[in-house]
């Protein structure tokens, strides 16, 4: 499945990857998806908001169980973040059938579409529509940089934009979803655990910063003289830093924009975007505040307007704590009964390790990252896994999990799986 799914949408330069929504490498990665579907004899539906389905039993049936993740990047992502858990989510099932499992609940295996956003600016774009989260006209209203609505991409790509909206109906027909995903982060790097349980996702949010000078020639304007939004600017990137670190939160400029974005010529506009995240939303709150007052303050002293808009906003996550505290117990206690970490293999070699051995042996870790699991999390009881990342590095061709640490996802992700449809 890897050699399959890895030349899709990858830059020869940078060796990352270009999986925006509704483009052709979209298109190829659901082209994938869907023929690991029916080569299984699962059922393939896609949904009124895009996303895929794979339905081992009734798609109408209730009470269904339902792992997944996503197969769109960010630009130049990495090669795990969202496929690790598509394809492991295929490789889990392909497990339980070598045990002999028996189901006896429907199964879904999940392609979220757009969860990263890097093509219309907003995250997780599938599952909001599903969850309610994000409406129609909300959805209609969002464009790329080329100004191609979101509506006028789904229908290029053959999915009908009329269609869209909150599906309450589908959700309510699953018991439990788990989404398994790369670490993004060193915490299990750091520790014997080539697996761990997710415990909550942090608050966090993206504001558009705008910044707005007079635009003049670089060589023959005074300083004094000068309304430049490039100076406001790098000053809120500094509040910014200065801010998060103050907190114990994070915040990042990562995108820019610049009006006319000449050499020789004083910007009229910079644009920037602020993605910042915190432990609590009190915590974030007064975070982003500090940098919009920093960013005013600066731009009264410079002569530049700035405005303020929260494009997006997703509150603390606590995934359910039964199910959490469900599938950390399982773990731990089926890792002991196979001694630890360095047992053999998934399927015919036996089954791999996750875990340090012993109660308590796997880890629960909060996340800063946000995730499809945590926009179901109101409607449906969802948990996560996460899988060792020894770089720490996410976001970038360089994030990467080891083939053992992945066999031991697979692993991890088909017990998790037999307890819940197979009991």
Partial sequence: MWRELSPIGRDRDSGGYRRYAWTGADADCRAWFRAQAESRGLTHEVDRNGNQWAWLGDPAGRDAVVTGSHLDSVPDGGAFDGPLGVVSAFAALDELRARGAEFSRPLAISNFVDEEGARFGLACVGSRLTAGRLTAEQAGRLTDADGVTLPQ??????????????????????????????????????????????????????????????????????????RDPMLTYAHTVLAAREHAAGTGALATFGKVAVDPNGVN????????????????EETLAELVGAVERSAA?????????????????????????????????????????????????????????????????????????????????????????????????????????????????????????????CR
């Fill in 297 to 421: 303050e600066h731009g009264a002293a410079d002569g530049v307007g700035v405005e303020v808009t929260r494009e997006s906003f997703t509150p603390v996550v606590e995934f359910a704590g039964g199910l959490r505290d469900r599938l950390a117990a399982l773990l731990a206690r089926l890792d002991a009964e196979r001694g630890g970490p360095g047992s053999a293999g998934a399927g015919s070699r036996g089954p791999a390790s996750y875990g340090a051995g012993g109660p308590g042996a796997v880890p629960i870790l909060p996340t800063g990252a946000g995730h499809d699991a945590g926009v179901l999390s109101a409607a449906v009881p969802t948990a996560m896994l996460y899988v060792r990342n020894p770089t720490g590095v996410s976001h970038s061709p360089a994030e990467f999990a080891t083939e053992d640490d992945c066999t031991a996802g697979v692993v991890a992700l088909a017990d998790v799986l037999e307890d819940l449809a």
């Fill in 265 to 280: 010529a004083i910007a009229s506009l910079v644009r920037g975007w602020l993605d910042s995240r915190a432990a609590d």
């Fill in 153 to 226: 991409a789904m229908e290029r790509a053959g999915h009908d934009p009329e269609a869209v909206g909150a599906d309450p109906e589908r959700l309510g027909r699953i018991a439990a979803f788990v989404e398994l995903h790369v670490e993004q982060g060193r915490a299990l790097a750091e520790g014997p655990h080539p697996v761990g349980v997710a415990s909550a996702i942090w608050p966090h949010g993206r504001w558009r910063f705008d910044f707005r000078g007079e635009a003049n020639h670089a060589g023959t304007t005074r300083l004094a003289d000068r």
